[in-house]
């Protein structure tokens, strides 16, 4: 069901009852069935987690939240639970990146008279800011609430897709106020400029255009209020403007509303587009024509419960289910929506473009996305991935290539290799329909033959060398070749033989990095000479060596695509499982230079990191399934918590909790693109999930417990089951799949070679 519908469903209900305060409605807030009242938005808000506070429906184009006064690193979403101060509620936020930007279109309600800026100097009363305690702050999908010390106003937000809903309830005494702020933002952003027009005593429009991690980001709003403005002032910073337009590089506008006796309340309406204020009028009329702001909220708790219910849990682990649904809910922020409801867009080519049909999205965060959200959306939201795929093939016509890393319509091209091709290869190969498969095939053949961010070496020499790509060359090469091995599985599919055979072979390039005596993956040259200095496997440099973000044990094990011919080169399994078990074990120090990002590590395994992701799940290619169900158990009960510290590591726009979501299940896809999904240690009793058209997918974990952990034997469909993984088509059947659970590991699960996984080729 749309958002749309639901909150339609609910706009009389809404009307009806609104008047009573959402804390006290009847409307399902608060039932403790629902899955939403087991996601806590606060884990992953402290520590480095960087996770999106606020109020937001799954992959909506707004996320209403505040922002702090803070800047820097823990602050690239906006918020970081260390800090106490607000700035006010910015309509786009990024959630578990490593880098900052959006923060867009800034409101903060207030009282009596503030400086436009955001700065402190030296007390309390002067900018643009407010205190706040942590105890007024309420926040569940859809939902947010606070209360500002400050201007003793309460505050509340909801959100539909393209729309921010605020709610200030003002204390008698001095006049309402209401500050836009288009000069803050999110990140190290460079030039700005800002419009805001007064079109009239309720309606406020205009725009920001900015230039940061998106190089150039615009985004147009409408404002629309409940109350008439009575006066107003424009703003360049300090300086007051003449008329009811202001454009500027810093630009501001104060409101004022009618002063009364008594408490009042003032509802706001803001509606974003990415191409023009016509367009966010437009949709302001056709996704939120009410004033009823607990119809709204209660129309967003609805589409959050739409989508989490799609995986059912039966554990009596309270913590377990709050962990769960919160990570699911994490895995939903984004990719965002990125067009109108005239299905009007801003391309990647910065021109406006019109959908036929469908959604455009952006926010492809896709070296990390990759490896387990994307296929995660495969399963419980495969009606979406049509959608996702359509965008990327519209943002390759208009850009020449597939997204590495797409934010607001612009290429940042952020972290390395092609993984939009591996996205799309995926859904490819899975048999996924709704996309132009012609078009598709053309995407990641012409992307994966640019000569751009090193590709031209790996061409040249079937891998990248250190002396003609000085950083992250082992890296790089590393992501291309899994990108390569995608697009040679597609290339097989269709019988294309020739392509099939070139890019097989530069899949191989891993083989190039593998140093036999140290048994580690090196910097090469381009004559085939390892780096002549010093070898140190712990050492990190961060954007100044071989490696992003970590080091030769990190990155050895980057070969998901081939893990039988990667054991080979080891010399057979029973040296594989040796390195591979020391990876665990191993401790050493990483340097003063090292990327923050290497983090939540068990010896040098980092699972705060994503190329780390697939690596437990190595074991059963060497027949030792029992290996990875006890480093899996250990990684789920130690690296995910309830607290708000909960994450060992950037969300990283859903993939750090799609890995928990999948783990939990009972299973991980390894090869990126298409291939199957090893199981591991299925952490629940029992899980539902709903694969669409009707189909059902029960996994049952019988005997289940903390020591039971490993697998003894499987029934698929009440027939035996030998395998230690299982291809999605069987998975999209539905059925049941049923765990026999044991204390010590089997000698039998998954140990005949003709049980384990296989690397395609």
């Known amino acids: 069901m749309s958002f749309n519908n639901i909150i339609r469903r609910l706009a009389f209900i809404g009307g009806t009852l609104g008047i009573l305060g959402a804390c006290s409605l009847g409307l399902g807030l608060q039932k403790s069935d629902a899955p939403t009242a087991y996601v806590d938005p606060y884990i992953g808000t402290g520590g480095h987690g960087h996770v999106f506070l606020g109020a937001n429906v799954p992959y909506g184009a707004v996320q209403l939240g505040p922002s702090n006064l803070s800047t820097g690193w823990d602050w690239v979403s906006g918020y970081h639970i260390s800090d106490s101060t607000i700035i006010g509620f910015a309509h786009q936020h990024l959630s578990g990146t490593g880098i900052g930007d959006l923060g867009d279109i800034v409101l903060l309600p207030f009282t009596g008279n503030i400086r436009f800026d955001r700065g402190v100097h030296g007390n309390e009363q002067s900018g643009a800011y407010s205190l706040f305690n942590r105890n007024t702050e309420r926040a569940r999908p859809g939902y947010y609430a606070v209360h500002l010390d400050r201007f003793q106003i309460d505050v509340e937000l909801t959100a539909t897709s393209r729309i921010g809903f605020h709610k200030y309830s003002y204390k008698q ?100 587009s990415p191409v023009s204020i016509d367009n966010a009028k437009l949709n302001m009329q056709e996704e939120l024509p009410s004033w009823d702001f607990a119809a709204t909220r209660e129309a967003a708790d609805a589409a959050w419960n739409e989508q989490l219910q799609k995986v059912e ?24 929506i990125f067009n109108d409801v005239n299905g009007e867009y801003m391309g990647s080519d910065f021109k406006p473009h019109k959908l036929v049909t469908g959604e455009n999205y952006t926010t492809f965060s896709l070296w990390d996305t990759y490896r387990a959200a994307h296929p995660l959306m495969s399963i419980i ?71 751009d961010r090193g590709l031209n070496w790996h061409k040249q020499y079937g891998y990248v060398p250190f002396d003609k790509e000085e950083v992250e060359s082992v890296a790089k090469g590393l992501e291309f ?110 340097g003063k230079e090292a990327s923050p990002d290497i983090s939540g590590l068990i010896g040098q395994y980092a ?21 990875a169900a006890e480093r899996i158990r250990q990684t789920l009960a130690t690296m995910y918590t309830d607290q708000v510290d909960g994450l060992s590591g950037n969300e990283d726009v859903g993939q750090m909790s799609a890995w928990y979501i999948l783990s939990a299940l009972g299973f991980y896809q390894v090869s990126p693109a298409g291939g199957p999904f090893i199981f591991g240690s299925p952490l629940f009793d029992k899980v539902t999930i709903a694969l669409g058209d009707g ?56 140990v005949e070679l003709a049980n384990r996984p296989k690397s395609m080729r």
Not at 194 to 209: A, H, K, L
Not at 212 to 234: C, E, H, M, R, V
Not at 719 to 729: L, T, V
């Open 173 to 272: 005494g001095e006049a309402p106020k209401i500050l836009i702020n288009l000069d803050a933002g999110i990140g190290w952003e460079g030039e700005k400029e800002g419009q805001i027009t007064i079109e009239n005593d309720t309606i406020v429009s205009g725009y920001r255009y900015s230039m940061g991690w998106a190089k150039n980001q615009k985004i147009y709003f409408t404002a629309t209020f409940s109350q008439p403005i009575t006066d107003f002032q424009l703003a360049d910073s300090m300086a007051a403007q003449k008329g009811n337009s202001l454009t500027a590089a810093r630009a501001y506008a104060e409101l004022v509303f009618r002063d009364v006796e008594e408490p009042q309340e003032i509802m706001v309406k803001v509606a974003l």
């Open 313 to 336: 849990i039966e554990t009596n682990d309270t913590t377990a289910r709050k962990i769960f649904y919160t990570a699911l809910y994490h895995t939903m922020v984004a990719p965002s």
């Open 381 to 451: 939201h495969r009606e979406r991935v049509p959608d996702m795929i359509n965008s990327m093939l519209r943002i390759y016509q208009e850009q020449g290539k597939l997204p590495v890393w797409h934010l607001a319509g612009n290429e940042t091209d952020c972290m390395v290799g092609n993984p939009g091709i591996i996205v799309v290869a995926d859904a490819y190969l899975k048999g996924i329909e709704g996309f132009d498969k012609d078009l598709a095939y053309e995407a990641m053949k012409v992307s994966a033959m640019k000569d």
């Open 481 to 590: 070749a899994i990108a390569d091995w995608s697009l040679a599985q597609v290339a097989k599919l269709r019988g294309e033989q020739e392509d099939y055979n070139y890019f097989i072979k530069r899949s191989d390039a891993f083989q190039y990095y593998f140093d036999k005596d140290l048994q580690f993956l090196r910097g090469v040259d381009t004559m085939g000479n390892f780096r002549p200095e010093e070898f140190d496997p712990f050492h990190s440099a961060h954007l100044a060596n071989d490696y992003t973000e970590g080091n030769a044990w990190q990155y050895t094990w980057l070969v998901p695509h081939n893990v039988n011919g990667f054991i080979d080169l080891f010399g057979g399994e029973d040296k594989f499982i040796t390195k591979l078990d020391s990876l665990f074990v191993v401790e050493g120090n990483l």
């Open 607 to 627: 699972h705060g990191n994503e190329p780390s992701h697939h690596v437990i799940y190595m074991y059963p290619y060497a027949g030792q399934p029992w290996k």
């Open 695 to 750: 189909k059902k997918l029960e996994l049952i974990a019988h005997g289940n417990s903390k020591e039971n952990k490993y697998i003894q034997k499987i029934r698929f469909n009440n027939a035996p089951y030998m395998k230690s993984y299982i291809a999605y088509e069987d998975l999209m059947k539905g059925g049941q799949l049923e765990f026999e659970m044991g204390s010590t590991p089997s000698v039998t699960f998954g």
